[in-house]
C-alpha cells in the first residue's frame, strides 16, 4: 500500500505541488480578507464566535450522530460536485478554484479565530478543531481533483470504448477511496477534534 501511495504521489507530483500552492494562496487571500475587512464585519465575527465559545462552556454533550451524517452529507455533496466537473473542459478549472476556495475558507476561519481570542488562544482552538480532520480531508481533494482531471484528459486522448471504460472505472475506484478517507476524516472532526476543541474552551 506504501508503495503504491508513494508511486501515485511520484508519477503525479507536479499536480500535487501545483494543487497545494493554490490551496496557500486560497489559505492566505483567507487571512488577508480578515485582516483587511472593516471594524463592524470584524465586531460581528468576534460577537459570533464569542457567543458560540461561550454556549459550548455550557453546553454538556455533543450530538454526534447529527454532526458525523451533516459531514458526511456535506462530503458526499463535495464527491457528487466533484465528478460533474471531471467531465468537461469547462469545469477543470472549477476544481482548482475548489481547493483554492477550500484554502480561504481555512485562512479566514484561523484569521477569525485569532483575531477573537488572541494568537495563543486562537491558533490552539484552530489546531484543535480543525487539524487533525482537514489533514485527511485536504490531501483527499488533492487526490480525487487529480483523477478527475486524468480521466478527462485520458478520454480526450483516446476516445474508444475500452480506454473511456477504463478512464471512468480507475476514477470511481478513486472516489470510492475519497469517499472512505472523507468518512474517516469526519469521525474524526466528530468524535476527536470536537472533543477536544470543547475541553480546550472550557479550560483555556
Sequence with gaps: MRKIIQKHIKENIKEYIIFALIFIIGLFIGTMVLNN??????????????????????????????????????DIKLLILMTFLSVSIIGIPALYFNVGYKGFNIGYTISALNATFGFAKGLTYSLSLLFLSKMIEIPTIFFLSISGIKMYKTIIKDRSKDNIKYAVTRFIINLVIALALLVISALIETYLSSNLFLIIVKNF
Design 37 to 74: 475587512s472593516d471594524n463592524a464585519q470584524k465586531v460581528e465575527i468576534s460577537n459570533y464566535l464569542t457567543n458560540f465559545s461561550s454556549n459550548l462552556k455550557e453546553q454538556n454533550n455533543i450530538n454526534y450522530t447529527k454532526m458525523f451524517f451533516g459531514l458526511i452529507a456535506k
